[in-house]
């Protein structure tokens, strides 16, 4: 009898799966790949139309003056629809004019002067709201809102008859206060009173917006620093520089830069009270490049102030984002 020898298999430890095909394999790195790629990508894809959109408002007509500022346009040529190239032509008679230089100071000064005041006030006003009662707070709060929400055009033609030379409500104010001396008194015989009442009205103007853009970020300081500064003994002046100032620090940064840019740009206010005169002593950079582009027909020229007003904002722009930069590093 032979015996028959069987041979059995031990089987693994483990449950150890078949290896894959090399195809399969990297057919799922490849879809791996791709995916990751796709999921990078969907963020800006997202975003092109609305980019699109933005290029095409905002970037189309800054390439447009930028192209203008070379040509010589003049009324001729519009009507005509001559292309003539001039070259840096318009930039040289824009900066060899000695007014030009002058309406830039005048505008800088001007500038600077209704954004301090302008922010001043909102921070004060923004700082009085934190200890206000919530009845007088809110009475403040609707008539900032009613102040912010009155059109351009109305509130320069409140502020025309409230500083009329004979009708004025200012000048019959001061007169029955024993200031005989303003009775007829003209605020717009110069240019620095007539800025002065635009100065004021743009500061009116502004301050609702930044109390309340302010007060916001206020609002949002702990309570708990403002009572370990009461328990220290701080006074009210230590206490904003200890513990308001570095909370609200970058956001009066942001409000002062726009505040800057707006009031830099500011047309309307000044051409309504008197067209940039008496003898265009209250003419700014912007009332200028309307004169040149739509009263002269000079449209190159003014392109070339447009530009110039451009690279000044765009320096601001360049030293406000500098100085955030900073403010962000010295927080990390």
Same mark, same amino acid.
């Given at each position: 009898?032979?015996?028959?020898?069987?041979?059995?298999?031990?089987?693994?430890?483990?449950?150890?799966?078949?290896?894959?095909?090399?195809? /399969?394999?990297?057919?799922?790195?490849?879809?791996?790949?791709?995916?990751?790629?796709?999921?990078?990508?969907?963020?800006?894809?997202?975003?092109?139309?609305?980019?699109?959109?933005?290029?095409?408002?905002?970037?189309?007509?800054?390439?447009?003056?930028?192209?203008?500022?070379?040509? @010589?346009?003049?009324?001729?040529?519009?009507?005509?629809?001559?292309?003539?190239?001039?070259?840096?032509?318009?930039?040289?008679?824009?900066?060899?004019?000695?007014?030009?230089?002058?309406?830039?100071?005048?505008? *800088?000064?001007?500038? /600077?002067?209704?954004?301090?005041?302008?922010?001043?006030?909102?921070?004060?006003?923004?700082?009085?709201?934190?200890?206000?009662?919530?009845?007088?707070?809110?009475?403040?709060?609707?008539?900032?809102?009613?102040?912010?929400?009155?059109?351009? *055009?109305?509130?320069?033609?409140?502020?025309?008859?409230?500083?009329?030379?004979?009708?004025?409500?200012?000048?019959?104010?001061?007169?029955?206060?024993?200031?005989?001396?303003?009775?007829?008194?003209?605020?717009?015989? +110069?240019?620095?009173?007539?800025? +002065?009442?635009?100065?004021?009205?743009?500061?009116?103007?502004?301050?609702?917006? *930044?109390?309340? +853009?302010?007060?916001?970020?206020?609002?949002?300081?702990?309570?708990?620093?403002?009572?370990?500064?009461?328990?220290?003994?701080? =006074?009210?002046?230590?206490?904003?520089?200890?513990?308001?100032?570095?909370?609200?620090? +970058?956001?009066?940064?942001?409000?002062?830069?726009?505040?800057?840019?707006?009031?830099?740009? /500011?047309?309307?206010?000044?051409?309504?009270?008197?067209?940039?005169?008496?003898?265009?002593?209250? =003419?700014?950079?912007?009332?200028? @490049?309307?004169?040149?582009?739509?009263?002269?027909?000079?449209?190159?020229?003014?392109?070339?102030?447009?530009?110039?007003?451009?690279?000044? *904002?765009?320096?601001?722009?360049?030293?406000?984002?500098?100085?955030?930069?900073?403010?962000?590093?010295?927080?990390?």
């Amino acid at each position: 009898m032979t015996a028959v020898k069987t041979t059995e298999t031990a089987a693994p430890a483990g449950d150890i799966p078949p290896a894959l095909p090399p195809a /399969v394999t990297g057919g799922a790195r490849q879809r791996r790949r791709r995916g990751s790629a796709f999921d990078r990508a969907l963020p800006y894809l997202l975003l092109a139309p609305a980019l699109i959109a933005i290029l095409w408002l905002i970037g189309w007509p800054v390439v447009s003056v930028f192209v203008t500022s070379f040509r @010589q346009l003049n009324l001729g040529e519009l009507v005509r629809g001559e292309i003539v190239w001039t070259g840096l032509d318009n930039y040289v008679t824009v900066l060899q004019d000695e007014r030009f230089w002058d309406v830039s100071v005048r505008t *800088l000064v001007f500038t /600077v002067s209704v954004v301090v005041a302008s922010v001043g006030m909102g921070l004060g006003i923004a700082l009085l709201m934190r200890v206000l009662t919530p009845w007088v707070r809110v009475a403040l709060q609707i008539a900032m809102l009613c102040a912010w929400a009155m059109p351009i *055009l109305a509130s320069t033609t409140v502020y025309q008859w409230m500083f009329d030379q004979n009708y004025g409500i200012l000048n019959k104010t001061l007169v029955q206060l024993g200031f005989d001396s303003f009775a007829g008194y003209s605020w717009f015989s +110069s240019g620095t009173s007539t800025l +002065s009442v635009v100065g004021l009205l743009i500061v009116w103007q502004a301050i609702p917006f *930044l109390a309340f +853009s302010l007060y916001a970020g206020l609002v949002g300081i702990p309570r708990d620093l403002y009572e370990a500064a009461g328990i220290d003994g701080a =006074t009210g002046w230590q206490t904003f520089r200890a513990v308001t100032w570095p909370e609200i620090r +970058s956001l009066l940064m942001m409000v002062t830069f726009l505040s800057t840019l707006w009031d830099f740009k /500011v047309f309307a206010q000044i051409w309504v009270f008197r067209e940039g005169g008496p003898s265009g002593e209250s =003419t700014t950079l912007p009332v200028l @490049q309307y004169l040149e582009g739509i009263a002269k027909s000079h449209f190159g020229v003014a392109a070339a102030i447009s530009v110039l007003m451009m690279v000044i *904002l765009g320096l601001i722009t360049f030293q406000y984002l500098r100085k955030l930069l900073q403010t962000e590093e010295g927080k990390l």
